[in-house]
């Protein structure tokens, strides 16, 4: 059974996508869910662990100064920011309806 990844409707539940332009770029007529990508965080910045980020060294030779980081804001919250960093890098294949498109 097919969902929607975003708002988990069946795909029983939801309409269809209309014809070209509706709202998306390509003839989509009859679908219920389409095919997008997308970034896995897409929210907002989240402003602490980008000064996390901010200060992050990584030398060509390997050297960090992620042991500094670490000390000065903690380990799980350098844990967090990395993995905030990533996400909002790595894109992801994701099957949504219109609704959650069109937002
Ligand atoms: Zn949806």
Do not use: H
Request: include cysteine.
């Amino acid at each position: 059974m097919n969902k929607c990844y975003i708002c988990g409707k069946d795909e029983n539940e939801l309409l269809s996508f209309g014809k070209e332009g509706d709202p998306l770029i390509g003839n989509f007529e009859g679908q219920k869910l389409v095919k997008i990508y997308r970034a896995l965080y897409e929210g907002p910045d989240i402003q602490k662990y980008e000064d996390i980020l901010d200060e992050l060294i990584i030398q060509d030779g390997g050297g960090d100064n992620i042991k500094e980081l670490e000390d000065k804001f903690g380990l799980e919250e350098v844990d967090k920011a990395f993995n905030y960093d990533q996400a909002k890098n790595t894109v992801g294949s994701s099957w949504e309806c219109r609704d959650c498109i069109i937002k």
